[in-house]
Nanobody, 127 residues
Framework: QVQLVESGGGLVQAGGSLRLSCAAS????????MGWFRQAPGKEREFVAA????????MYADSVKGRFTISRDNAKNTVYLQMNSLKPEDTAVYYC????????????????????WGQGTPVTVSS
């Protein structure tokens, strides 16, 4: 059982930066791959980024590649999403998620791989 709490969302101008944090409960954080998803109003939840248990592997959606960076600090039970060069189309509620088992790394983009989800933190990018 893992509880995830996102923070750091807010309002930012296009071209600006924002860093999201996701704090996880428990002592088993390092056993979970972690991901970020987002959902804009009227749209389906979509994959943003993921990071492996040790942090050695990362994966990004094409729409954010080169602009967003996912990282984790297992000692702090925290995963981060650094968002740079933000665009209005990045506006969404951003969710942190934890995956206990990943048999194949490439499927980490699928929401079905994740066992626990945070409450979400809204990000609004104005033009």
């Amino acid at each position: 059982q893992v509880q995830l709490v996102e923070s750091g969302g807010g309002l930012v101008q296009a071209g600006g930066s924002l860093r999201l944090s996701c704090a996880a409960s428990g002592r088993t954080f390092s056993t979970y791959a972690m991901g970020w998803f987002r959902q804009a109003p009227g749209k389906e939840r979509e994959f943003v980024a993921a990071i492996s248990r040790s942090g050695g592997r990362t994966m990004y959606a094409d729409s954010v590649k080169g602009r967003f960076t996912i990282s984790r600090d297992n000692a702090k039970n925290t995963v981060y999403l650094q968002m740079n060069s933000l665009k209005p189309e990045d506006t969404a509620v951003y969710y942190c998620a934890a995956a206990a088992v990943t048999l194949t790394w490439r499927v980490i983009i699928a929401s079905s791989q994740y066992d626990y989800w945070g409450q979400g933190t809204p990000v609004t990018v104005s033009s």
